[in-house]
């Protein structure tokens, strides 16, 4: 067998593996480019295969750093099968109309403007677009084994977010290990991955690979974030992923408020799709650690803005309260809006709480930047930018070595570190390498391994 690395390799988005046996090509994750505009002009290119030669594609989890390009892909004439997990899929039909959605609203904002290069600026692909390729999607159970040619594959928990799984291929005498993003042991949502059986190679993840999760108290700091806010008067802006991330911070502040941690003010969850995504996380419930009682403490104390003249209207309040709004890394959706009125108030507060890519406008305000740009003009930064580092869905290198040596990978197993920036990916190499006792290498673009 053949593994072509197509993305997820020096960098943490762009996740495409194509694998090839004998007779069967597959491709693992079919996800975007995001961060540095070098990076999302690879989304543009042509995949260097076959697009009528493709059997199938097996998608770990529904980020679109794993699941975005599925579009592109249908865009350029693919019509065969996507297998994932139910609830993967059900995601999916949320997050990717939406890509497509603000890949169309971002096309025609520069066009207005004047901003793009190009006359009539293209998104990359449109609403219906994503709508369409759904069709493509069949449920796969975990546990269950299904074939693809002469490839068998089957779907095992990673935790991480609703739906997300690690995919075990096996064929020509060999089985291979696609981890997916792993998640925590200790995570407040989901459930911890579950260990995986013996391998001649994984591809494993390493986006967390030069960081452990900070040891304090998660929900402490949050409380201090949140009464430091009030206390100045301000508002506290919360820029968050979709998936998993806007639900625990529901989760979390509805509890903290009902223990008398926080004081009761209004949440206000400014995103149409997390909103949509908590209905699925309730549909789910065997997945999460969430209770009935958790999920209806939450519906509880936020305040759900579907519409733009609900997200408008936020404007007009002046007193302090909460807006949780896509996107996490600050390159989209509703937060926008919100930042260009609110970061030049010194008593708001910008509070980050999860990984931010370099390239992105997150990145780049933790870098030290004092002003950020948002459609076409700088805004100045002069609230108090917070970071909360225990809400990551990303195992790190301590929790991947624990579920490493909780599986049934022998000594010298054969690793390829995908999914990460260059530091991590080769800071947890050598980690790997000096207490675990596997065979370890860092996977690079467009190289082709034999297995």
């Given amino acids: 067998m053949n593994i072509v690395f197509l993305g997820g390799t020096e960098t943490v988005t762009g996740s495409k593996f194509l694998l090839e046996s004998g007779t069967t090509k597959v491709l693992i994750d079919c996800g975007l480019f995001q961060g540095y505009k070098w990076l999302r002009k690879r989304n543009w290119e042509a995949l260097p295969i076959d697009i009528d030669a493709l059997d199938a594609v097996v998608l770990t989890h529904s980020h679109l750093d794993h699941s975005g390009y599925i579009p592109r892909l249908y865009q350029q004439g693919y019509r065969g099968p996507v297998y994932t997990h139910a609830a993967t899929r059900d995601l999916c039909g949320i997050l990717l109309p939406d890509s497509g959605h603000i890949q169309e609203e971002d096309a025609r904002f520069l066009g207005r403007h004047k901003l793009s290069k190009h006359e009539n600026p293209e998104p990359l ?138 004081p009761t003010l209004p949440i206000f969850l400014d995103s149409p799709m997390a909103i949509d995504v908590s209905g699925i996380y309730h549909q789910y419930a065997d997945q999460h650690r969430l209770s009935d009682a958790d999920c209806a403490r939450m519906m509880k104390a936020v305040t759900y803005t579907h519409s733009v003249e609900q997200s408008k209207a936020l404007a007009e309040l002046n007193y302090p309260h909460i807006i949780i709004a896509g996107s996490g890394m600050i390159s989209g959706g509703r937060i926008l809006h919100h930042m260009k009125r609110l970061l030049p108030g010194h008593r708001n507060t910008l509070l980050l709480t999860g990984h931010q890519a370099g390239g992105t406008r997150g990145a780049r305000l933790l870098a030290g930047d004092k002003s950020i740009k948002i459609h076409g003009e700088y805004y100045p930064c002069k609230a108090r930018l917070a970071k909360l580092d225990g809400l990551s869905g990303h195992g790190d290198y301590l929790d991947l070595e624990r579920w490493l040596k909780s599986s049934e990978l022998k000594p010298g197993t054969s690793i390829q570190l995908v999914h990460g920036e260059p530091e991590a990916a080769d800071r947890l190499r050598l980690y790997l390498q000096d207490n675990a006792g596997f065979t370890v290498d860092v996977a690079q673009y467009r190289s082709i391994l034999r297995v």
């Fill in 125 to 262: 692909y449109d609403r219906q677009t994503a709508e369409e390729c759904l069709t493509l999607f069949e449920q796969v159970n975990f546990g269950e084994v299904f074939t693809v040619g002469d490839i068998r594959i089957r779907f095992q928990p990673a935790g991480h977010i609703l739906g997300a799984a690690s995919i075990i291929v096996e064929a020509e005498g060999k089985r291979i290990g696609f981890s997916g993003d792993v998640g925590r042991f200790e995570d407040i949502l989901m459930y911890p991955p579950a260990p995986l059986p013996a391998l001649d190679l994984l591809l494993l993840e390493s986006t967390y690979g030069d960081r452990r999760h900070a040891e304090t108290d998660t929900w402490e700091e949050l409380a201090r974030i949140v009464n430091e806010t009030v206390n100045n008067g301000g508002v506290l802006m919360v820029p968050s992923f979709a998936v998993g991330r806007a639900q625990a911070l529901q989760h979390m502040l509805a509890k903290l408020m009902d223990e008398g941690r926080i």
